[in-house]
């Protein structure tokens, strides 16, 4: 991390710098990239303040404490910057990851599946689905949407009785009712 020390109404001391050397040095294995920081070291009668402007990629911290003696200002400030560093990692890890689900696990997902084996007939359970075996009956599509409306699902299945074949009649978002027939 490069480091600049300045001295305001205060003799430039070789202690004062490597102390904040060495503090800043633990900073360098929790930042991303390499960093500059500013520290600024000032007495006002009996007030040691030191201030410190850390900028690294997008991240920019610019802190300020003030106490009795120097060393415990430095203390303070360096607790206060890892705290900062610490709440930004975990900020733009939040950030980065959201709600999304990366493709990784999706694909260790698929590769871990385990799929029926169509040569055993009890084979067909697979843990992620729940199958339910319906008694499909031979009705009309004006019956199916009765029964669909005082059903509290979104679709049903049944055998079309004119075509004789399976037709899955189900709600859409704008309150119309859809129909799905095989060709």
């Known amino acids: 991390m490069q480091t600049t020390v300045t ?7 070789d202690s004062l710098k490597t102390y904040i050397q060495k503090k800043l040095g633990r900073f360098d294995k929790m930042l991303d990239s390499p960093a500059e920081a500013h ?4 007495v006002e009668k009996i007030r040691h303040i030191a201030e410190i402007t850390l900028t690294c990629d997008r991240l920019k ?14 203390d303070t ?10 709440k930004n990692k975990e900020k733009t890890k939040k950030h980065m990851s959201g709600k999304k689900k990366s493709i990784k696990n999706n694909n260790s997902f698929i590769e ?14 697979v ?10 009956k031979p009705m009309d599509i004006d019956d199916a949407a009765i ?14 009785a004119r075509t004789e074949r399976l037709n ?7 309150g119309k009712m859809g129909l799905i027939q095989p060709i």
């Open 112 to 125: 871990n599946q385990n799929y029926p084996d169509q040569s055993s007939p009890n084979s067909g359970i």
């Open 7 to 13: 001295f305001k109404k205060l003799d430039p001391s």
């Open 39 to 42: 520290v600024v070291l000032s």
């Open 61 to 74: 911290i610019h802190l300020k404490e003030e106490s009795e003696s120097l060393y415990s200002s430095i």
């Open 147 to 160: 029964i669909l409306e005082s059903e509290k699902n979104n679709f049903f299945v049944f055998n079309n």
């Open 168 to 174: 899955v009649i189900y709600k859409r978002n704008n």
């Open 127 to 136: 843990d992620n689905i729940i199958i339910e075996k319906i008694d499909t």
């Open 77 to 86: 400030l360096m607790d206060k910057l890892k705290i900062q560093i610490k």
